[in-house]
């Protein structure tokens, strides 16, 4: 029997109301399909005692808190925007280990939720957590891949009751769940966004220019990619995205030298995230996306190259 995403909804809503009891519960949703799908098992099974927050990093996509609260006011969750950008840069001023700045943001990301819940008095915190977070994040006798910052960031004393729904799922049954449940198109067939944001895209330290440089790099990407699919010049990748290098290079600008960082494009096929391949993607599309980064980007960025690694060796992130 494959898996019954109707059942699966029934069963998370009235597990998710006999842990909750009648306390309030906060989620935290960042427009990926995990968390909004969370958030919308959250508000049909416990619509009154819930508090519904967006936490903008600093490190979001381009545009998402008004993407995400335009999309949350539809569906009928309320949606609270949390501006904390400056408390993540200055709180990553200086980190460069990969490892090190999940853990950070994940600690971030857990102040600022009980802060939240102290307004609203909730003791519990439901998140969008999924198989591969924990698998990934190194549990028993399973080495670290990374700390998924709903996982291996939390701190180990932490003043709020974790409720996960979807421990168990993997993303393809998360969007089962996510059409099921009616999410927006845009949300539940949305490529994925890992929980640190664009930290994961800038190699080396982190500062808000960089994360600037990065959002509009992947903004490019995800537009020309997704304007080559439904032009049918290529399938659409599960996952495309812009990675800023930390390195330099050489190049021309006008009749001048340049010295400008390199962007990496990285587009892949995946069924789950567990293993992947890059796409093939047409050279003149390539192109395209390379001309507009290094016109839009000119003052930042002389050089972008595609990365071909599959998963694994590499990860799909870089960090
Ligand atoms: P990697 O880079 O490990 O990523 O091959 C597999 C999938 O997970 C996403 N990812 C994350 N998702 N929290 C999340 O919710 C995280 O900390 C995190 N790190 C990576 C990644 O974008 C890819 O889809």
Redesign the pocket.
């Known amino acids: 029997m494959g898996f019954e995403p109707k059942k699966f909804i029934e069963g998370a809503i009235s597990q998710m109301r006999s842990q909750v009891g009648k306390k309030h519960a906060i989620i935290a949703v960042s427009g ?1 399909v ?1 968390s909004m799908t969370a958030a919308a098992i959250a508000s049909k099974a416990i619509p009154k005692q819930l508090t519904c927050i967006f936490v903008d990093t600093g490190l979001m996509r381009k545009n998402e808190a008004h993407l995400v609260s335009t999309a949350a006011a539809k569906a009928g969750i309320p949606l609270q925007v949390i501006n904390a950008s400056d408390k993540f840069f200055s709180s990553l001023k200086g980190i460069t280990d990969p490892e090190e700045k ?1 853990k950070i943001i994940g600690g971030l990301f857990i102040d600022v939720f009980e802060q939240a819940a102290k307004s609203s008095k909730a003791e519990f915190l439901i998140q969008g957590t999924i198989a ?2 924990w698998i ?1 994040s190194g549990s028993g006798l399973r080495d670290t ?6 996982v291996g960031g939390l701190p180990k004393k932490m003043g709020l009751f974790l409720c996960e729904p979807m421990r168990e799922l993997y993303k393809d049954e998360v969007r089962k769940v996510a059409r099921e449940i009616g999410l927006p198109l845009e949300f539940s067939e949305r490529q ?5 944001g664009l930290a ?1 895209r800038i190699m080396g330290e982190i500062t808000p220019q960089k994360a600037e440089i990065v959002r509009e790099a992947c903004a490019i990407v995800e537009e020309e990619l997704e304007a080559a699919a439904h032009a049918k010049k290529m399938e659409m990748p599960w ?1 495309y995205f812009a990675v800023l290098l930390p390195i330099k290079t050489v190049g021309v600008l006008g009749d001048a030298r340049a010295y400008g960082y390199t962007i990496a494009v990285r587009a892949v096929e995946s069924l789950d ?1 567990m293993t ?1 391949k890059a796409c093939r993607i047409p050279p003149e599309v390539l192109e395209q996306i390379s001309d507009r980064i290094t016109r839009v980007l000119k003052e930042h960025v002389n050089r972008v190259v595609y990365d071909t690694t599959s ?1 694994p060796p590499g ?3 870089w960090e």
């Open positions: 990926g995990d999940r591969p977070d990934e891949i990374k700390s998924h910052h709903n994925p966004f890992p929980g640190p994961v996952q995230g992947a998963k990860t799909i992130e």
